[in-house]
C-alpha cells in the first residue's frame, strides 16, 4: 500500500487530499472518504489504509472551513462538499489507476454525499464517473 498528498483546489478552496492506494495491477475501485464536523481524513487513517489494503484506492480531503483545526470553521460550507467532493474525484482520476465505473462515497456524521458529489461532476462537466 502506498500514501500520497495532493494539492487540489476548486474556486480557491484549496482542497489537500490524502490518497491511499493499494500496490499492485489496476484499475482499482475509488473510495472518496468525506470526514465529518470538525474531524480530518488523518483521524482515519488506519481505517482507510485498510480499505486500500483490500485493493480500493482511498482518496480523503480536507474540507476547509468544516475541518478540526481550521481558523475560519462554518458549519454551513457543507452545501459546498458535493462540489468539492466531485472535483476530487474528477483530480484523482487523473492522477491514479482508478476504474471511473466504480466509485463510491462513504464519510462520517454531516459528510458529503457521494451522489450529491457525482450529480455535481456530471452537471458541470457534462461527463462524470457512473455512480
Known amino acids: ?28 475501485p475509488l473510495v472518496l472518504f468525506s470526514h465529518g464536523l470538525r474531524s480530518r481524513p488523518g483521524d482515519y487513517a488506519s481505517l482507510l489504509a485498510s480499505w486500500a489494503r483490500a485493493g480500493f484506492v482511498v482518496a480523503a480531503p480536507r474540507y476547509p472551513r468544516t475541518a478540526l483545526g481550521t481558523s475560519s470553521f462554518n458549519a454551513y460550507d457543507l452545501v459546498n462538499q458535493p462540489s468539492d467532493a466531485s472535483e476530487v474525484i474528477t483530480r484523482v482520476l487523473e492522477k491514479e489507476n482508478v476504474d471511473a465505473s466504480r466509485i463510491a462515497g462513504p464519510g462520517t456524521r454531516a459528510a458529503a454525499s457521494p451522489r450529491p458529489a457525482c450529480s455535481a461532476n456530471t452537471a458541470t462537466t457534462g461527463s462524470g464517473p457512473a455512480c
Open 1 to 28: 500500500m502506498a500514501r500520497r498528498d495532493y494539492s487540489f483546489a476548486r474556486d480557491g478552496r484549496a482542497l489537500p487530499t490524502q490518497v491511499w492506494a493499494p500496490v499492485g495491477p489496476g484499475p482499482h
